[in-house]
């Protein structure tokens, strides 16, 4: 989120500059953060009737992996 929070300002930064404007005021942002787990992949044989013995084994997911999307937005106001 640090690093969205970042960018946002410098891409601030670079439209107060192409507008010829001495600095901006922050007038809104938006953080938002979508996580995205991995699928287990017994998850796709959950529709099959019957399963067999080795088939009901676990999940295959190393331990912390996740995705993780951060998106920021949100609105300036040139001084």
Known sequence: MV???KNFQQH???L???WNKL???LVNININTSNSYPQP???ARASMA???AADAG???MAAG???ITVNANGSIQFK
């Open 3 to 5: 690093e969205a929070s």
């Open 12 to 14: 601030a930064q670079i």
């Open 16 to 18: 107060t500059q192409a």
């Open 23 to 25: 600095s901006y005021n």
């Open 41 to 43: 992949i017994y998850a």
């Open 50 to 52: 019957k399963f067999e």
């Open 58 to 60: 676990g999940q295959n």
């Open 65 to 67: 992996e996740s995705k």
